[in-house]
């Protein structure tokens, strides 16, 4: 049954009245850690706004953490109760925030609770400088760090972007959009991070840190119910099983119903259902030994993801689509719900950490099990059966279906100082091999004749698949070192030396049914190729520590992201060559300050990142065939520059603010992509003097032949897509004690510029700069056993889009102005309220 408490809320009455009572209210349940703050577990284990100072018990139990501890504890004693003193693991050391030369955000897991954020592309809403773009499924979905990032379909490419959990790196972007439970914190790095966390790191690394097995027997359940059918629960149950062996086992499940409206088949569309559960062992072998064994099942359903008309000015389109009026608002489709997007996920790790006193030998060994089956419906219209669309390469679309499966082996083993000594390390080595597997078919079919939107008797059709395999094995040795010269003035340095192998095999063929045509652009073939290569990265700079809670700092960074062979139906895979390593020189001057007493801490950086060879997708298109390709490419250059500012500020111990704001230029030089098809038409030959940003035919004579391109734009100075010039965001809090209660008012603001969703910047596919205010409204008793929260998501009705394109059905030179996009639940408002309980 489909609840949509909204309509009640989306008048202007209701929203004005949910605003005030936002405004309005007082006190706090959990402590929320807003941008660049930890908080500290408080009673029964929630965080705390005056906790703080070193990680949650459940945490720092490993030797290696207590003896950090230990080395730091006359100094660490003194800031035990200031607020904003966070501890993170970014450089693969336990170290406080405050003392570590990186921009880094670290947020806890009830944070994140409070804010409703239950799954990574939810992070944005968080972190600044982060972004997140959608694709035609989730696994096509990317973050950005500053503007970089990579959305490329080919699974021969690694993410820009890493992402690791409890020191295992997510092989492939698919794996790290994932739902958040029984969370520590999460820290992102921002800027090249490849010195310590390899190749996949140019732009940055979400760093997801889960809870560890406690000491004490507890546990939580906790369970949110929202419109549109969501409903969430997840559990934890953590304690001794002996003196010296504890465990934890938590779960979740979340049911996500359709928020889109199918007119073709009356249900609703775009929801999800995904659960998991995750055990963890933790054993004192010795008193100086730590093993942790960890595993992890999670699996995804998924009816994503349609695309909502948001611009029709063609007429046949509109015929096809019924009675829906697209608009940005618009939440109605018309297809025949062929999509889908499922995924099976496992993870087992075993951790150990030996504690030698004056350095700790840590061992991450780890297998991870990867399963994805997709579909895509890329006409978006009701087709089944098949109908008459008009004089168009074909009328159905609904057959594009991808299978991809992987087993990744993983092993570190890496030894790190212990404390705050003048000369701190870590140095060790990394080996990893990834055996993938992909299968796509792809099949549309056509109607020669008879009335536009009828049936059609007659169908032909054309298609093509492929199947491959992908190899690699990475192997590399690192190491950085923090040096304290004289006073407070540090010298860091840091090398990774690494060995990349490739090998792909595969078969392009078609068509998969007798009597089928060829699918356009198709190269029937197949063979494997082989490459590797090498690379020296580093990083170098100084920090100065005026005192132990204020230091300034400037790195250089020398950073590289791995070739790639291509893996896709448009590859050939007898003669390709991939594309060329992609390398980032970053530069960055940062500040770092937690005030006397924990009033207020505040983290700045100027940076600047400059790319060459970068790894992009780029868009061939062929409006005569009907066909929308996407072949690998490297951009000429990419600049991303900047300055971020994230302050906490706390005015009283009921009050706090947390503030962020973040300044991007991030631009690109690409050539020879498709140009926007709306301009197409009028492109001019060129034979020599060939235009930048704009539309041309490059026609050129070798060898006595004569060759001419499909019409082509060379992208000097253009926007990275999906990147906002300007980000604000504004966390205030407000909470106070009632009676024996305790209740919080929360309001969080987030702005960001005009975005174009486009590498070859098409005007027709940018969302406006947009704002979204959340709100939370929460109890809970005095022994915080008891908690409830009323959330509300974009309480102002903002609506946005998380992509925008020209879809594919009729879309020509002379129909380019139909416009279609993805969009999230949280596009609109909706309310909510969760309930949990502690023991």
């Known amino acids: 049954m489909r609840v949509r408490f909204s309509r009640t809320f989306r008048n202007s009455a209701g929203a004005t009245a949910l605003a005030a009572a936002l405004i309005a209210g007082a006190g706090t349940a959990e402590a929320q850690a807003g941008p660049g703050q930890v908080a500290q577990p408080g009673p029964g284990g929630a965080a705390s706004a005056t906790g703080a100072g070193t990680v949650p018990n459940e945490a720092a139990n490993t030797p290696a953490e207590s003896a950090i501890a230990s080395n730091d504890n006359a100094t660490r004693q003194a800031d035990a109760t200031i607020p904003g003193d966070i501890v993170v693991t970014a450089q693969k050391r336990t170290e406080r925030l405050v003392q570590v030369p990186l921009a880094v955000t670290a947020i806890t897991g009830d944070a994140l609770a409070t804010q409703q954020i239950n799954e990574t592309n939810s992070l944005t809403r968080a972190i600044p400088s982060l972004s997140y773009q959608a ?34 790196v997510a092989p492939r972007q698919a794996q790290g959009f994932a739902d958040l439970a029984d ?36 546990g939580r359940v906790d369970g949110t119910i929202a419109e549109d059918g969501e409903y969430r629960v997840k559990g934890t149950v953590t304690g001794p099983l002996t003196d010296t062996l504890r465990a934890r086992l938590s779960s979740f499940y979340n049911h996500v119903g359709g928020f889109i409206e199918n007119a073709a088949t009356g249900n609703d569309t775009n929801g999800q259902k995904s659960w998991g559960v995750r055990g963890k062992l933790e054993w004192d072998a010795t008193p100086n030994l730590n093993l942790l064994l960890t595993g992890d099942h999670n699996e995804t359903r998924a009816d994503c993801c349609s695309r909502v008309p948001v611009r029709i000015v063609t007429p046949a389109v509109q015929a096809l689509l019924g009675s829906i009026t697209a608009s940005p608002g618009n939440r109605m489709v018309s297809n025949d719900d062929a999509s889908f997007f499922d995924t099976n996920t496992t993870v087992a790790s075993l951790q150990a950490n030996w504690d030698l006193g004056p350095a700790t030998v840590t061992s991450i060994s780890a297998f991870q099990r990867f399963t994805e089956s997709d579909q895509f419906e890329p006409d978006q ?69 008879g009335t536009l939107g009828q049936p059609c008797t007659v169908t032909s059709a054309d298609s093509s698949g492929f199947n491959g395999t992908f190899r690699s094995d990475n192997l590399a040795g690192f190491g950085q070192v923090d040096w304290r010269v004289a006073g407070g003035l540090h010298a860091i340095g840091g090398l990774r030396y690494q060995y990349e192998k490739q090998t792909v095999t595969g078969t392009v063929f078609g068509p998969l049914v007798t009597g089928d045509a060829l699918f356009p652009g198709t190269v029937i073939n197949s063979g ?43 590859t050939n895979f007898a003669t390709q060559t991939g594309i060329a390593p992609e390398h980032v020189n970053a530069y960055e001057l940062g500040a770092k300050w937690l005030a006397p007493g924990g009033m207020f801490d505040i983290n700045a950086a100027l940076f600047r990142s400059d790319f060459t060879n970068l790894q992009v997708q780029a868009l061939v298109t062929d409006v005569a065939a009907g066909t929308f390709q996407t072949v690998l490419a490297n951009a000429g250059k990419s600049r991303s520059q900047g300055f971020e500012i994230e302050a906490t500020m706390r005015p009283s111990s009921n009050f706090t603010v947390a503030a962020n704001f973040t300044l991007l230029d991030a631009t690109i030089d690409v050539p020879g992509q498709s140009c926007p098809i709306q301009v197409q038409s009028s492109a001019t030959v060129y034979t020599s003097n060939f235009p930048t940003n704009s539309c041309y035919i490059r026609r050129q004579t070798v060898n006595g032949v004569t060759t001419s391109s499909n019409p082509i734009i060379d992208v000097v100075g253009g926007n990275l897509p999906a990147t906002p010039r300007y980000r604000v965001g504004l966390t205030p809090r407000y909470e106070h004690d009632i009676g024996g209660w305790s209740a919080f008012v929360q309001v969080g603001i987030n702005y960001q510029s005009e975005v174009n969703f486009a590498l070859n910047q098409d005007p027709l596919l940018v969302q406006k700069g947009y704002a979204l205010v959340d709100g939370s409204i929460g109890f809970h008793d005095a022994d915080n056993r008891y908690n409830l929260t009323f959330f509300v998501r974009n309480l102002f009705d903002e609506h946005y889009f998380t992509q925008l394109n020209h879809g594919t059905i009729l879309a020509t030179t002379a129909n380019p102005n139909d416009l279609w996009a993805n969009v999230s639940k949280d596009a609109d408002r909706y309310v909510g309220a969760t309930f949990g309980v502690r023991f």
Do not use: H, M
Not at 207 to 216: D, G, L, Q, S
Not at 435 to 449: F, I, K, P, S, V
Not at 541 to 563: C, I, M, P
């Open 135 to 168: 694709g035609n499924n989730p696994g096509n979905n990317s973050f950005r760090i500053r503007g970089v990032g990579t959305q490329l379909f080919s699974l021969g490419v690694e993410a820009a972007v890493a992402v690791v959990t409890d020191g295992v």
């Open 183 to 218: 969370l520590e914190r999460v820290e992102v790095l921002r800027g090249p991070q490849g010195t310590l966390f390899g190749k996949n790191a140019t732009a940055g690394v979400i760093n997801i840190v889960t809870a560890r097995p406690a000491r004490e027997f507890g």
């Open 381 to 449: 219209i009701a087709s089944d059966p098949v109908r008459y669309v008009g004089a168009f390469p074909y009328s159905q679309w609904n057959q594009n279906a991808s299978q991809f499966q992987y087993n990744n082996y993983s092993q570190e083993l890496r030894l790190g100082s212990n404390g705050t000594r003048d000369l701190t390390y870590v140095v060790g080595v990394f080996y990893n091999r990834l055996d993938l597997a992909r299968q796509y078919n792809r099949r549309r079919q056509r109607c020669a004749a």
């Open 528 to 570: 494997t190729r082989s490459r590797d290569d090498r690379a020296l990265t580093g990083r170098a700079g100084l920090r100065y520590e005026v005192n132990r809670n204020l230091q300034f700092y400037g790195t250089y960074t020398r950073g590289y992201k791995a070739f790639a062979l291509d893996l896709d139906v448009s």
